[in-house]
């Protein structure tokens, strides 16, 4: 059964960088033609997709973020990490780590993420 | 940017009664790569169509999905308490993939 557990500051400070990790348990992160994805959802709003890592290594990123995103994987721990820079408020959000196959069909249970001074 | 848009936005529906979700993509989705979610409250969401038309694993049967190109639909055949929630249409044929904006399903 294949699990996802995100793990992170829950504070961090406007034009830091956020850093988040999601740790993956019952697949290998490097096999299997999956795409990890991280998505988030700001406090009573609706999901964004942030960009995803495929299994071969390549990433593809949302272009609303304007490059601040980086998705990169750390094979010896099975984890994924995601790194935003230069946050703001706007950036308060649920972040959650997600496998896709064909839809998303496994997400880490999210953690949250306020930006404040 | 393909932008879903989703409706009605809220649904006010009683335990029994039959729900129907549309989803309107602003150009059609590739391979019909469109997929639906539902999410309640403090909870990450759930997978439960893909392909359009697929149900996920351990999906009930009174969910069902259809469309195709740029018009998708959830229906619901008949609602259950659990089945009060947010639900989510998104496409990942087309990069960046995207969300719709959400419709609730709330009790009448």
């Known amino acids: 059964q294949v699990q996802l557990q995100e793990s992170g500051p829950g504070l961090v400070k406007p034009s830091e960088t956020l850093s988040l990790t999601c740790t993956v348990s019952?697949?290998?992160?490097?096999?299997?033609?999956?795409?990890w994805s991280w998505i988030r959802q700001p406090p009573g709003k609706g999901l964004e997709w942030i960009g995803y890592?495929?299994?071969?290594?390549?990433?593809n990123y949302n272009p609303s973020l304007k490059s601040r995103a980086t998705i990169s994987v750390d094979t010896s721990r099975n984890q994924l990490s995601l790194k935003l820079s230069s946050v703001t408020a706007a950036d308060t959000a649920v972040y959650y780590c997600?496998?896709?196959?064909?839809?998303?069909?496994?997400w880490g249970q999210g953690t949250t993420v306020t930006v404040s001074s | 940017e393909i932008v879903l848009t989703q409706s009605p936005g809220t649904l006010s529906l009683s335990p029994g009664e039959r729900a129907t979700l549309s989803c309107r993509a602003s150009?059609?989705?590739?391979?019909?790569?469109l997929a639906w979610y539902q999410q309640k409250p403090g909870q990450a969401p759930r997978l439960l169509i893909y392909?359009?038309?697929s149900r996920a694993t351990g999906i009930p049967d009174r969910f069902s999905g259809s469309g195709s190109g740029t018009d998708f639909t959830l229906t619901i055949s008949r609602l259950e308490p659990e089945d009060f929630a947010v639900y989510y249409c998104?496409?990942?044929?087309?990069?960046?993939?995207?969300f719709g904006q959400g419709t609730k399903v709330e009790i009448k």
């Open positions: 890592l495929y299994y071969s290594g390549s990433t």
């Open positions: 997600a496998r896709e196959p064909n839809g998303l069909d496994v």
């Open positions: 019952g697949a290998s992160v490097t096999s299997g033609s999956y795409y």
């Open positions: 392909g359009a038309s």
């Open positions: 998104q496409q990942y044929g087309n990069l960046p993939w995207t």
């Open positions: 150009q059609s989705v590739s391979s019909n790569y």
